[in-house]
C-alpha cells in the first residue's frame, strides 16, 4: 500500500521541466489526494498555468519565502539552483528530495533508492539526494544480486536518451533530426555535438581521470547506495538519438558464480525490476516501449562469457520516472512510512565510501 | 604504395549491395587503372548499369560461369549465396574474399585483418574471409596493445549503424523516422523491432548461451584474427538509430599494467588507426563524422576505473569501408604484395582457435 501524502504540503522547485512534468503526472497517478502542493519555477516559466488533480496552480517563482510551511521540498532544476535553495527549505523547516549532483556525495546526506537502500532515509539531516538516472537502474538490478553473491566489479556501458538533458535537448533531437532528414545541415545547441542519427561519447564535462561526471557519477554512487565502498566500477556513458529511457550494456563480475536461473529468479523477486526475457520470441526491454513505465526492465541476461563468475544483462528504464520523479515520490512515502520527516533522529551509519 | 591490381580480372558478387556500392567506390579511388571488373548480382538488380573508373559496367545475373578467367572473386551477399557460389569461384580458379559469416571460423580459411594479420593469407587454400564489421575496429586497437602487454580480457559494448544490415535498413530508418517526427505508428520490416528512436540489443539471432550470433562472432572472430584463443571475451551488440559507421565501448583487462601515454604512441603508430582524443577541445570520434572515412578511429582513452591493469576505449569505423571493402580490398592488395594468388603454397599454421 502507497502511504498517504495528502496532510503534507509539497513544494516543486522546476515544475515545468522535464522531470517536473513527470512528477506532477506521478502525483495525479500515485497521489490522487493531494492538493497542497506549491509549484515553483524561475522567472522564465512563472506564471504558468499547471492542473494536478483537477486543481488549477499557476507556478510561481522561486524566492526565499517559497519554503515557509513546506513539508517536503522536491527540486529538479539544476545544481546550481539545488546549491541556492536547499539550504534555505531545510532551514525553513522542509526535508529536501534532491534530483542534482550537489549533495549526493556529502556525508551526511542520504543518497537513496528506497527498494535498495530505503532505511538510510532515516539518518537525513535535513536533505536526501536521489541518484544520476543511469545510476538507479544499476543499483536497481546489482543490489539483489549483490546481498546474495557479492560484487567485485561492474562495468557498463549506457545508451542514454536526450530527455536527460532536459525537454530542450528532446526538441532539439526532433528539430536536428528532421533537418538531417531534407539533408540540411545541424548545428548543436543543447548537446556538446549533433545527436540526429549519431551518438555522443560525453556526457557532462571530463574530470582529469579522463572519465566524464556522468560516468564517475555512476561509480561513485551506486557503491554509496549499496553500501559497498569496494566495488569496482567503469562505465562509458553515451547520449543516443532516443527521446526517453536510458539502456546500459552491464557486466557484473561477482564472488562465487551463480546460475542464469538463480539470478533470474532474483530479479524476478526484486520490487520494483520487471525481468523481460526470453530469446525464443525475441522478448527484451527497449527505450521506446519503456518510456512511461515505473519499472526498471532487465534482459539479455547471461553468463558473461569472458569471467566464469561474470553475468552479462540489458537494463532499460525510463529516466525521467524510476531514474528521477518516481525514485523523489517514493522518497517522500519511505520519509511518511519510517516517521521521520523531522531529521536528526538517528545516528549517521558508520560506513563510509572511498 | 599501394600494389597495383590493374593486370587482375575481379568479380564482385554483391555488386549493387550497399557494401557492393562502397567497393565500387574505393576501386575508383585505390585503382583508377583496374577496367577488368565482372559486377555481378541477383536476377532482382542484373541489368543494372554502373561507371566504375570512367567505364560504365552492366550487372549481369551470377551464374556458374561467371568465375571463367576471374583472378579474384569479391563476395558480399548473404551467408547462403556465399556458401553458394564461394566453392564454383575457387573451382573456377579464382580466389574468393568472402564478406559472410560462412567460412569465418573454418580451419583451412584465413580470417584476415592486413594491418593485424596480413602474413595469413599465404596459407589461404581459395577462400579467405573478413571478419564481421563490428570485430575488425575491435581488432585494429586492441591488437598492437596485445603484441606489448597481452590482453586477458575484452568487454566489448557496441553501437551499431543500420546499414550494416544493408541499404534497406537505411531507409527503413529514414522512413520510421519520418512517421515518428508526425506520430504515426510504424512496424518494422528490416530490423526485428522500431529502430526510429530506439535501441534494439539484439543482431543476427540467439544462440543457446543467451549471446547473439553477432556478439559470439565478436568473441570468435577476434580471438582467431589475432592468434590469441585464450583471451577472455564478451559482448553486447546492440543497433542504434545511426545510418553509417559502428561505435563500441571497448574495456581491456592486460596482462600488465601500461599508462595512457604508451598506450596512445602504440595506437598512432598503428597503420590505419587515427587516435582522436582530447578530453580538454572535446575530441572524440563520433560515427556520424568518421562514415566515409578509412581509418578505425579511437578516443576517450583512460585508466579502466574497474581494474589497475585496464583501459577503457571508444573505438568507432565505417562498417561498410574498413569493417567491409575496403579490408577486402586491402587483402587483394595483400594477395598481390605476397605473390600468393595461387593457393596451397604455404602450410596451414599450428596455431588453433577454441
Redesign the interface.
Known sequence: MIPDLSHLTIAVVGATGAVGAEFLKIVEQRHPQLHNLKLLASSRTAGTKLTVNGQEFTVEETTADSFQGVDIAFISASTEASRHWAPMAVAAGAVVIDDSSAFRMQEDVPLVVPEVNGADVTWHQGIIAIPNCSTTPLVMVAHPIHRVSPIR???A?T?QSVSGAGGAAVQE??EQ??AL?KGQPVTPRHQ???IG??????IDS?LD???TREEQKM?DESRKIMHAPDI?????C?R????VSH?A?V?LELERAMG?NEIRALLMDMPGVTVLDD??T?D?P???DVAGEDDVFV?????????LN?I?L?VVSDNLRKGAALNSIQIAEELVDRECLKPGSTPKPRFSFG
Open positions: 566489479r561492474i562495468i556501458d545508451y533531437l526532433k533530426t528532421t532528414l556538446p555535438k549533433q542519427f549519431n551518438v555522443i561519447p560525453q571530463f581521470n579522463g572519465y561509480i569496482r566500477v567503469s562505465a562509458t553515451v543516443v538519438p532516443v527521446m539502456s550494456g557486466h542464469i530469446t525464443g525475441g527484451y527497449m527505450p521506446w534482459g539479455r541476461i547471461r553468463k558473461d562469457a569472458s569471467d561474470g552479462a540489458w
